[in-house]
Protein backbone atom coordinates (compact mmCIF):
# COMPACT_ATOMS: atom_id res chain seq x y z
CA UNK A 1 0.00 0.00 0.00
CA UNK A 2 1.42 3.13 -0.91
CA UNK A 3 -0.23 5.34 1.35
CA UNK A 4 -1.57 5.89 5.11
CA UNK A 5 -4.85 4.68 5.19
CA UNK A 6 -7.40 6.67 5.75
CA UNK A 7 -10.87 6.12 7.26
CA UNK A 8 -13.99 6.89 4.78
CA UNK A 9 -17.70 6.78 5.12
CA UNK A 10 -19.94 5.90 2.10
CA UNK A 11 -23.56 6.70 2.14
CA UNK A 12 -25.41 3.85 0.39
CA UNK A 13 -29.49 4.24 -0.93
CA UNK A 14 -31.56 2.77 -3.60
CA UNK A 15 -35.39 3.18 -4.41
CA UNK A 16 -35.64 0.62 -7.15
CA UNK A 17 -35.82 -3.17 -7.77
CA UNK A 18 -34.65 -5.13 -5.07
CA UNK A 19 -33.86 -2.67 -2.71
CA UNK A 20 -32.09 -4.92 0.15
CA UNK A 21 -30.45 -7.14 -1.89
CA UNK A 22 -28.91 -4.35 -4.09
CA UNK A 23 -27.53 -2.84 -0.60
CA UNK A 24 -26.49 -5.82 1.13
CA UNK A 25 -24.60 -6.44 -2.55
CA UNK A 26 -23.20 -3.52 -2.91
CA UNK A 27 -21.46 -3.69 1.10
CA UNK A 28 -19.75 -6.32 -0.34
CA UNK A 29 -18.75 -4.93 -3.10
CA UNK A 30 -17.55 -2.19 -0.76
CA UNK A 31 -15.42 -4.20 1.29
CA UNK A 32 -13.98 -6.51 -1.44
CA UNK A 33 -12.41 -2.95 -3.02
CA UNK A 34 -8.52 -3.54 -3.54
CA UNK A 35 -6.54 -1.57 -0.32
CA UNK A 36 -9.79 -1.41 1.22
CA UNK A 37 -11.18 -3.13 4.27
CA UNK A 38 -14.60 -2.55 6.02
CA UNK A 39 -14.47 -1.66 9.28
CA UNK A 40 -18.38 -0.96 10.21
CA UNK A 41 -21.76 -1.08 8.66
CA UNK A 42 -24.64 0.33 9.62
CA UNK A 43 -28.46 -1.28 9.50
CA UNK A 44 -30.36 -0.81 6.88
CA UNK A 45 -32.86 1.97 7.23
CA UNK A 46 -36.08 3.07 4.90
CA UNK A 47 -36.86 6.96 4.09
CA UNK A 48 -38.73 8.71 1.73
CA UNK A 49 -37.22 10.22 -1.41
CA UNK A 50 -36.13 14.01 -0.77
CA UNK A 51 -36.96 16.42 -2.92
CA UNK A 52 -38.15 13.77 -6.02
CA UNK A 53 -41.03 11.13 -6.20
CA UNK A 54 -40.77 7.57 -6.41
CA UNK A 55 -40.97 4.39 -4.40
CA UNK A 56 -38.62 5.01 -0.37
CA UNK A 57 -35.10 4.52 -0.32
CA UNK A 58 -33.59 1.67 1.69
CA UNK A 59 -30.77 3.49 2.97
CA UNK A 60 -27.28 2.51 5.09
CA UNK A 61 -23.68 3.89 5.49
CA UNK A 62 -20.52 1.92 6.09
CA UNK A 63 -16.99 2.77 7.25
CA UNK A 64 -13.94 1.73 5.48
CA UNK A 65 -9.99 2.14 5.93
CA UNK A 66 -8.69 2.80 2.42
CA UNK A 67 -5.43 3.55 0.80
CA UNK A 68 -6.93 4.02 -2.37
CA UNK A 69 -7.01 8.44 -2.86
CA UNK A 70 -10.48 9.83 -3.03
CA UNK A 71 -10.58 9.73 -6.56
CA UNK A 72 -10.20 6.14 -6.97
CA UNK A 73 -12.69 5.73 -4.36
CA UNK A 74 -15.22 7.52 -6.12
CA UNK A 75 -14.94 5.91 -9.70
CA UNK A 76 -15.02 2.74 -7.49
CA UNK A 77 -17.94 3.48 -6.07
CA UNK A 78 -19.09 5.04 -9.88
CA UNK A 79 -18.32 1.78 -11.18
CA UNK A 80 -20.30 -0.28 -8.52
CA UNK A 81 -22.90 1.60 -9.21
CA UNK A 82 -23.00 0.74 -12.81
CA UNK A 83 -22.70 -2.30 -12.55
CA UNK A 84 -26.16 -2.53 -10.58
CA UNK A 85 -27.77 -0.80 -13.65
CA UNK A 86 -27.71 2.88 -12.88
CA UNK A 87 -28.90 5.37 -15.14
CA UNK A 88 -27.75 8.93 -14.70
CA UNK A 89 -31.11 10.81 -16.62
CA UNK A 90 -32.08 13.53 -14.59
CA UNK A 91 -30.96 15.13 -10.65
CA UNK A 92 -32.49 13.28 -7.95
CA UNK A 93 -34.02 10.61 -10.50
CA UNK A 94 -34.88 7.01 -8.78
CA UNK A 95 -32.18 4.89 -8.97
CA UNK A 96 -31.21 0.81 -8.64
CA UNK A 97 -27.94 2.50 -6.53
CA UNK A 98 -26.22 5.72 -4.86
CA UNK A 99 -23.04 5.65 -3.48
CA UNK A 100 -21.62 8.98 -2.02
CA UNK A 101 -18.43 9.34 -0.66
CA UNK A 102 -19.81 11.33 2.71
CA UNK A 103 -16.09 11.76 4.11
CA UNK A 104 -12.62 10.81 3.29
CA UNK A 105 -10.97 11.30 6.83
CA UNK A 106 -10.74 14.89 7.86
CA UNK A 107 -10.22 15.72 4.30
CA UNK A 108 -11.72 19.24 2.91
CA UNK A 109 -11.84 19.34 -1.14
CA UNK A 110 -14.01 21.10 -3.83
CA UNK A 111 -13.21 19.92 -7.05
CA UNK A 112 -15.49 19.68 -10.26
CA UNK A 113 -15.67 15.84 -10.03
CA UNK A 114 -15.63 15.60 -5.72
CA UNK A 115 -16.64 17.96 -2.98
CA UNK A 116 -15.67 16.54 0.67
CA UNK A 117 -17.23 15.94 2.52
CA UNK A 118 -20.14 15.29 0.60
CA UNK A 119 -22.19 18.56 0.62
CA UNK A 120 -25.56 17.47 1.65
CA UNK A 121 -24.37 14.64 4.42
CA UNK A 122 -25.15 17.11 7.41
CA UNK A 123 -28.31 18.12 6.58
CA UNK A 124 -29.81 14.58 5.35
CA UNK A 125 -31.67 12.34 8.10
CA UNK A 126 -31.01 9.09 5.74
CA UNK A 127 -27.21 10.00 6.51
CA UNK A 128 -26.89 10.92 9.95
CA UNK A 129 -29.03 8.19 11.33
CA UNK A 130 -27.16 5.48 10.06
CA UNK A 131 -24.59 7.38 10.69
CA UNK A 132 -25.71 8.44 14.46
CA UNK A 133 -26.04 4.09 14.65
CA UNK A 134 -22.22 3.48 14.36
CA UNK A 135 -20.43 6.56 15.03
CA UNK A 136 -22.93 9.18 16.62
CA UNK A 137 -19.58 11.10 17.95
CA UNK A 138 -17.75 11.58 14.61
CA UNK A 139 -17.32 15.03 13.52
CA UNK A 140 -18.43 16.40 10.20
CA UNK A 141 -15.30 18.52 9.22
CA UNK A 142 -16.64 22.29 8.67
CA UNK A 143 -20.48 20.58 9.81
CA UNK A 144 -20.12 19.30 13.48
CA UNK A 145 -20.69 16.53 15.43
CA UNK A 146 -23.06 13.57 13.71
CA UNK A 147 -25.81 13.36 17.19
CA UNK A 148 -25.34 17.07 17.27
CA UNK A 149 -26.34 17.62 13.56
CA UNK A 150 -28.97 14.93 13.74
CA UNK A 151 -30.85 16.93 16.86
CA UNK A 152 -31.39 19.59 14.85
CA UNK A 153 -33.49 17.96 11.91
CA UNK A 154 -36.94 17.73 11.89
CA UNK A 155 -39.08 16.55 9.42
CA UNK A 156 -37.40 13.73 7.79
CA UNK A 157 -38.67 10.22 8.51
CA UNK A 158 -36.33 7.36 8.71
CA UNK A 159 -37.06 4.09 10.14
CA UNK A 160 -34.60 0.72 10.79
CA UNK A 161 -35.89 -2.10 8.47
CA UNK A 162 -36.57 -5.26 10.68
CA UNK A 163 -33.71 -7.58 9.02
P1 LIG B 1 -25.38 11.90 -7.79
O1 LIG B 1 -26.16 11.83 -9.04
O2 LIG B 1 -26.05 12.68 -6.71
O3 LIG B 1 -24.89 10.55 -7.31
O4 LIG B 1 -24.05 12.73 -8.12
C1 LIG B 1 -23.00 12.15 -8.83
C2 LIG B 1 -22.04 13.25 -9.24
O5 LIG B 1 -21.65 14.01 -8.11
C3 LIG B 1 -20.79 12.69 -9.88
O6 LIG B 1 -20.59 13.37 -11.10
C4 LIG B 1 -19.67 13.01 -8.90
O7 LIG B 1 -18.48 13.37 -9.57
C5 LIG B 1 -20.23 14.17 -8.13
N1 LIG B 1 -19.77 14.25 -6.74
C6 LIG B 1 -19.21 15.33 -6.15
N2 LIG B 1 -18.90 15.09 -4.87
C7 LIG B 1 -19.29 13.81 -4.61
C8 LIG B 1 -19.23 12.98 -3.45
N3 LIG B 1 -18.72 13.42 -2.29
N4 LIG B 1 -19.71 11.71 -3.55
C9 LIG B 1 -20.24 11.25 -4.72
N5 LIG B 1 -20.34 11.99 -5.85
C10 LIG B 1 -19.86 13.26 -5.81
New binding site residues.
Partial sequence: MAADPAMAWVGLGANQGDRVATLRAAQQALGGLPQTRTVVRSSLYSSVPVAAGGPDYVNAVVGLETSLSPAAL?MR?QEIEDRHGRV?SFRNAPRTL?L??LMYGDLLLDTP????P?PRAHERAFVLVPLAEVAPELAIPGRGMVRDLLACIVGQAVDRLDE
Avoid: A
Avoid at 113 to 116: I, R, W
Fill in positions: LLRDDLELTLH
